[in-house]
Nanobody
Framework: QAKLVESGGGSVQARGSLTLSCDTSRFPYNKNCLGWFYQAPGKEREGIATINKSDTPHYAPSVQGRFTISRADDANMLYLQMNSLKPEESGLYYC??????????????????WGQGTQVTVSS
């Protein structure tokens, strides 16, 4: 059974908005670091936003000012509000979680637990 479950993907026109959600209720460990990753077809998975337990976010420069990561620990949810989407941002978006303390950076190695991904398609 998946520990992280994403939802909210879909199709949107360029400059549109989407909000992704991630149900973390089945993640049994301390949610010290949560994040969103993006993977375009044929490319490496890359971190676009992370957030720690103090609600401190870190963003990839490419999404700074357009995307907002947030967490609602009382509801066991993680969110990614995406505005002004671009066609090149089409791909799979993954939720990630890790129990370890320390700096919540955007590297893939920082996270040990992943959702199955939700597809986002941005048309021009």
């Amino acid at each position: 059974q998946a520990k992280l479950v994403e939802s909210g993907g879909g199709s949107v026109q360029a400059r549109g908005s989407l909000t992704l959600s991630c149900d973390t209720s089945r993640f049994p460990y301390n949610k010290n670091c949560l994040g969103w990753f993006y993977q375009a077809p044929g490319k490496e998975r890359e971190g676009i936003a992370t957030i720690n337990k103090s609600d401190t976010p870190h963003y990839a420069p490419s999404v700074q000012g357009r995307f907002t990561i947030s967490r609602a620990d009382d509801a066991n949810m993680l969110y990614l509000q995406m505005n002004s989407l671009k066609p090149e941002e089409s791909g799979l978006y993954y939720c990630a979680a890790d129990w370890r303390g320390g700096y919540c950076h955007r590297g893939r190695s920082r996270f040990d637990y992943w959702g199955q991904g939700t597809q986002v398609t941005v048309s021009s």
